[in-house]
């Protein structure tokens, strides 16, 4: 099922106007969220985190809406813990492939484990590597948009948000071209058993995605052995697998899952962001004629869209010990869902945070989270929208929405599933 948006509707709500929505925040519940809510979260946000910032939910667990209560639990991992296994267990089974891999992967690890992996492909987001596909992100780009002006209009998802950040990552991990479309359905089967609510049919989708992906990573690790002539060296996976290879530092599952998480990592959150920013920037004329005024703007225009619709809206944490989140004391043992699409809209941190403001500095927000774990990939997503959004600004000054945006009713990924643009 698809929500389509009535943008014109869409706009009164996230400028606050008739926004307060009618439900009760003592009972919200995130599994259950209120009619309304997929289609725009911001007033039910807003209105928990005015009377019940740090809401019990029915469940047991905990939703924060304030920016300062977020950051505190980012920045205390010692408290903080990112490991899964509690949670991960009851709902996918222990010992089942998604339960595997999601505790396996990096962003569900804790410190020594976490460390020790995210070391190991730090070399692949160094300003220096990152230079390096700065062209290559040039180039598609550009080819992406003679595409549109050829055909004078596109559904912008599948043509060019999509594509874009599958093709870096790939390049980046060194997956070869004509597979990139199995990773692509593996991707959003793995990360669609992350939401709060899953079918059956997801369930055993997201198994056998997992399974099917480490077969596929295990034959392409097998070929790069065999023929070490075609891999670049700086290609993570090669890198990866020979720190693999030497035993000590990363076992096998640890590789597999490391790079099944950056496949998955690197492309579906990078497509929302750059989907999101061409539909917030069509729906504000105002801020396209600002950006071609200013082009030196295309960096908080990044930070900008980022903050206004986070492509990733929740992330977790569990307590090990007694904790106190303002005036609330959890136990040791608390599930938390840090609610970063409403840390990024707090009036504690940001001035008017309902408006949509190329031009807003400082912006902090957490679309990336913060501390130990904090995106990996955050200045490679930052550097293919500044790259994407200039050229398509420029070169289509007459770019317009030639259908309202849909927006699929998910709770943990804020994603755009179509959207229609004509160039004049
Ligand atoms: C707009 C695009 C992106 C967004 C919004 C995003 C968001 C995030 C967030 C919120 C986290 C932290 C999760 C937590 O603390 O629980 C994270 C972690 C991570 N991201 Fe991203 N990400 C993006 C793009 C990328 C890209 C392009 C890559 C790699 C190619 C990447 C790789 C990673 C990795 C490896 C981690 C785990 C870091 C760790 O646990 O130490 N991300 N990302």
């Given at each position: 099922m698809e929500i389509q948006l009535d943008t014109r509707a869409r706009s009164r709500c996230n400028l606050g106007?008739?926004?307060?929505?009618?439900?009760e925040p003592a009972e919200f519940d995130l599994l259950n969220v209120p009619a309304g809510y997929l289609d725009d979260p911001y007033p039910y946000l807003a209105t928990l985190r005015t009377q019940a910032p740090v809401h019990r939910n029915p469940d047991g667990t905990y939703v924060l809406t304030r920016y300062a209560d977020i950051a505190q639990v980012y920045r205390d991992p010692a408290v903080w813990s990112s490991d899964k296994k509690a949670d991960f267990a009851p709902k996918?089974?222990?010992?089942a492939p998604l339960y595997e891999h999601h505790t396996t992967s990096v962003v569900f690890t804790d410190p020594p484990d976490h460390t020790r992996i995210r070391k190991l492909f730090q070399f692949a987001f160094t300003r220096r590597a990152l230079a390096a596909f700065e062209e290559r992100i040039a180039a598609l780009v550009d080819g992406y948009l003679d595409q549109l002006a050829d055909q004078?209009?596109?559904?912008?998802?599948?043509?060019?948000s999509f594509k874009l950040p599958i093709e870096v990552v790939c390049d980046m991990l060194g997956v070869?071209?004509?597979d990139r479309m199995l990773i692509r359905d593996w991707a959003l089967a793995i990360l669609t058993a992350l939401e709060p609510k899953l079918t059956p049919a997801q369930l055993d989708a997201g198994n056998r995605a997992v399974v099917e992906f480490k077969d596929y990573l295990r034959g392409l690790i097998r070929h790069r052995r065999a023929h070490p002539?075609?891999?670049?060296?700086?290609?993570v996976l090669t890198v990866m697998a020979d720190a693999e290879a030497d035993?000590?530092?990363?076992s096998e599952l640890e590789l597999l899952h490391a790079c099944i998480f950056m496949l998955n990592a690197g492309h579906e959150t990078s497509t929302n962001m750059i989907s999101h920013g061409v539909h917030e920037m069509l729906r504000h004329p105002d801020q396209i004629a600002r950006l071609r005024a200013d082009p030196g703007l295309i960096e908080p225009m990044v930070e900008e869209v980022l903050r206004y619709q986070?492509?990733?809206?929740i992330n977790n944490r569990r307590s090990v010990a007694e904790a106190r989140l303002g005036d609330v004391t959890l136990k040791a043992g608390s599930s938390v869902h840090m609610i970063v699409a409403a840390a990024n809209r707090d009036p504690a941190q940001f001035a008017q945070p309902d408006r949509f403001d190329i031009?807003?500095?400082?912006n902090r927000h957490f679309s990336f989270g913060?501390?130990?774990?904090?995106?990996?990939?955050n200045a490679l997503a930052r550097l293919e929208a500044a790259i994407a959004f200039q050229k398509l600004f420029d070169r289509f000054p007459r770019l317009s929405l030639e259908a309202p945006a849909k927006i699929a009713p998910r709770l943990r990924f804020r994603e755009v599933s179509a959207l229609h643009v004509r160039t004049a």
């Amino acid at each position: 099922m698809e929500i389509q948006l009535d943008t014109r509707a869409r706009s009164r709500c996230n400028l606050g106007m008739d926004a307060t929505p009618n439900f009760e925040p003592a009972e919200f519940d995130l599994l259950n969220v209120p009619a309304g809510y997929l289609d725009d979260p911001y007033p039910y946000l807003a209105t928990l985190r005015t009377q019940a910032p740090v809401h019990r939910n029915p469940d047991g667990t905990y939703v924060l809406t304030r920016y300062a209560d977020i950051a505190q639990v980012y920045r205390d991992p010692a408290v903080w813990s990112s490991d899964k296994k509690a949670d991960f267990a009851p709902k996918f089974g222990p010992g089942a492939p998604l339960y595997e891999h999601h505790t396996t992967s990096v962003v569900f690890t804790d410190p020594p484990d976490h460390t020790r992996i995210r070391k190991l492909f730090q070399f692949a987001f160094t300003r220096r590597a990152l230079a390096a596909f700065e062209e290559r992100i040039a180039a598609l780009v550009d080819g992406y948009l003679d595409q549109l002006a050829d055909q004078g209009g596109m559904e912008l998802v599948e043509g060019f948000s999509f594509k874009l950040p599958i093709e870096v990552v790939c390049d980046m991990l060194g997956v070869p071209g004509q597979d990139r479309m199995l990773i692509r359905d593996w991707a959003l089967a793995i990360l669609t058993a992350l939401e709060p609510k899953l079918t059956p049919a997801q369930l055993d989708a997201g198994n056998r995605a997992v399974v099917e992906f480490k077969d596929y990573l295990r034959g392409l690790i097998r070929h790069r052995r065999a023929h070490p002539n075609e891999a670049q060296p700086t290609e993570v996976l090669t890198v990866m697998a020979d720190a693999e290879a030497d035993g000590e530092r990363l076992s096998e599952l640890e590789l597999l899952h490391a790079c099944i998480f950056m496949l998955n990592a690197g492309h579906e959150t990078s497509t929302n962001m750059i989907s999101h920013g061409v539909h917030e920037m069509l729906r504000h004329p105002d801020q396209i004629a600002r950006l071609r005024a200013d082009p030196g703007l295309i960096e908080p225009m990044v930070e900008e869209v980022l903050r206004y619709q986070a492509p990733i809206q929740i992330n977790n944490r569990r307590s090990v010990a007694e904790a106190r989140l303002g005036d609330v004391t959890l136990k040791a043992g608390s599930s938390v869902h840090m609610i970063v699409a409403a840390a990024n809209r707090d009036p504690a941190q940001f001035a008017q945070p309902d408006r949509f403001d190329i031009t807003r500095r400082p912006n902090r927000h957490f679309s990336f989270g913060l501390g130990i774990h904090i995106c990996a990939g955050n200045a490679l997503a930052r550097l293919e929208a500044a790259i994407a959004f200039q050229k398509l600004f420029d070169r289509f000054p007459r770019l317009s929405l030639e259908a309202p945006a849909k927006i699929a009713p998910r709770l943990r990924f804020r994603e755009v599933s179509a959207l229609h643009v004509r160039t004049a």
